[in-house]
């Protein structure tokens, strides 16, 4: 594949963790890319000891500086937050050059399909792990049943990225490999999904409390829950016919009941709090946070359990024991940064990195549930289950970042050539990804289970 790639040039905004497998992958196919960061220094890191990638400074927010960047090149990656993809996109509507992102399609992305066809440039999005890998094998399953005269009667499908379960050492049983606010946030959504036919709601504030035990191998504990609005995937994947559409997120046991008692305690709050601007101690923050009488551990304790409800003594042992590993009864000074969760985020941060060592896991499965032509019943699941390599790359830098540097190469070679704002929802773009990715080692076991 690199021999008509040989020295095109890839602009890529961002140097977060999932990056680096995307330059080394382009580079390893002698593809140019420049590395464009708003801070030089984090640029230059990611640069650091590959051949054909190279830094610079760039403030995206900087329309002149990007259309200047994006006019040198031939396709644009976009990796930074998603809230910036359509300034880059407009950006490379204007020079006519494509893009790439893993990010889901936003509406304000949308919104320039039409300006997208017009100027001929391929927008391909939703091509990292969750989204990106799942769609893959979900529409590669659900095409094979509709072509064979089935109908999908439910798909379920559930994502977690995860400490290995020998790392999984905090009360929490995770780890923070990207922003722990953007984790923290995740857990406020409300989710809506079908099941069993009828459109089922939950608010932000009781999503951990539907959080039920999820099988996928005796080896694991997970616990699953459903991740914002799953309905618009009866059009999306073609499945009208489905009755249960859930697309949902794993975590290991204990992870919700610990979370709702942090969001019942209003730790997860985004409210500014004079007091948190100050370096006070933990234990006078949380006993203004929790309305406690003083901040004693004693009367800290009484006001956490008038605040929410526990299982039983065990999982409130459990769970005391947690915060106060946390730190939220000590003398330990916070580092202020306003609000709860900021502030929350601040001390969790150092305390949830993955250690010297220490690997990651992730866990993908999607569920079919399958009536065939004749009638008879099968349930279907494609896993993938993968572990990061302490000396190499996480297994979540790995299942995004390789995924979008496939993507690049076929979209600068022309496997991928339909214009406008695209995801990964047909055969035709999706095969030939599938079958490269297997070269890298990325497939997903499909198995019948009955």
Same mark, same amino acid.
């Given at each position: ?24 992958? /382009? ?27 190279? &830094? ?108 290995? &379960? ?83 997120? /794993? ?84 580092? &202020? ?89 047909? &055969?035709?773009?999706?095969?030939? /990804?599938?079958?490269? /990715? ?13």
């Amino acid at each position: 594949m690199s021999s008509n790639l040989f020295y095109r040039k890839v602009l890529l905004l961002g140097a977060g963790f999932v990056t680096l497998p995307t330059v080394q992958v /382009l580079s390893d196919a002698d593809i140019k890319v420049t590395v464009a960061c708003r801070t030089l220094e984090n640029a230059k890191k990611l640069c650091k000891d590959i051949k054909n990638a190279h &830094p610079i400074s760039l403030d995206v927010t900087d329309s002149k500086a990007l259309d200047t960047e994006v006019e040198k090149v031939d396709i644009v990656v976009s990796l930074i937050p998603y809230e910036f993809h359509a300034t880059v996109i407009k950006s490379a509507i204007r020079a006519k050059k494509n893009v790439v992102t893993t990010s889901y399609v936003s509406t304000a992305m949308l919104e320039l399909e039409e300006d997208a066809k017009k100027a001929g440039i391929t927008v391909m999005n939703e091509i990292g792990l969750d989204p990106g890998i799942d769609h893959l094998y979900a529409v590669k399953t659900i095409n094979e049943v509709h072509q064979e005269g089935g109908k999908i009667t439910s798909f379920i499908s559930m994502c977690g990225g995860l400490p290995a &379960p020998e790392a999984s050492d905090n009360p929490l049983g995770y780890k923070f490999s990207w922003s722990p606010k953007g984790v923290l946030l995740a857990l406020r959504n409300s989710a809506k999904y079908y099941k069993d036919g009828k459109v089922e709601e939950v608010p932000g504030p009781e999503l951990m409390g539907t959080a039920k035990p999820y099988f996928i191998y005796p080896g694991f504990a997970f616990v699953g829950y459903p991740n914002r609005d799953s309905t618009p995937y009866r059009e999306r994947y073609n499945i009208p016919e489905a009755q249960t559409i859930i697309r949902g997120t /794993l975590r290991f046991q204990g992870f919700p009941e610990f979370v709702h008692v942090l969001v019942d305690m209003g730790f997860l709050s985004q409210e500014k709090r004079d007091f948190l601007e100050e370096p006070i101690s933990w234990k006078e923050a949380t006993q203004k946070i929790i309305d406690a009488t003083s901040d004693l551990e004693s009367d800290l304790a009484l006001a956490v359990t008038l605040k929410t409800q526990f299982a039983n003594n065990e999982e409130k042992a459990r769970i005391m024991t947690g915060l106060r590993w946390i730190g939220l009864f000590s003398d330990e000074k916070i580092i &202020p940064r306003g609000t709860p969760l900021d502030t929350l985020c601040a001390t969790l941060e150092p305390k949830m990195q993955y250690g010297p060592g220490e690997r990651d896991l992730v866990m993908l499965q999607h569920k079919f549930e399958i009536e065939h032509k004749d009638g008879s019943k099968e349930t279907r699941t494609s896993t993938l289950c993968d572990y990061g390599d302490p000396g190499g790359y996480s297994s979540m830098a790995k299942l995004v970042g390789v995924p979008c540097a496939v993507a690049v190469r076929q979209v600068l070679d022309g496997t991928i050539s339909e214009k406008g704002i695209l995801a990964p929802m047909t &055969p035709r773009i999706n095969d030939p /990804l599938m079958m490269e /990715l297997k070269k890298y080692g990325i497939e997903m076991k499909e198995e019948t289970l009955a």
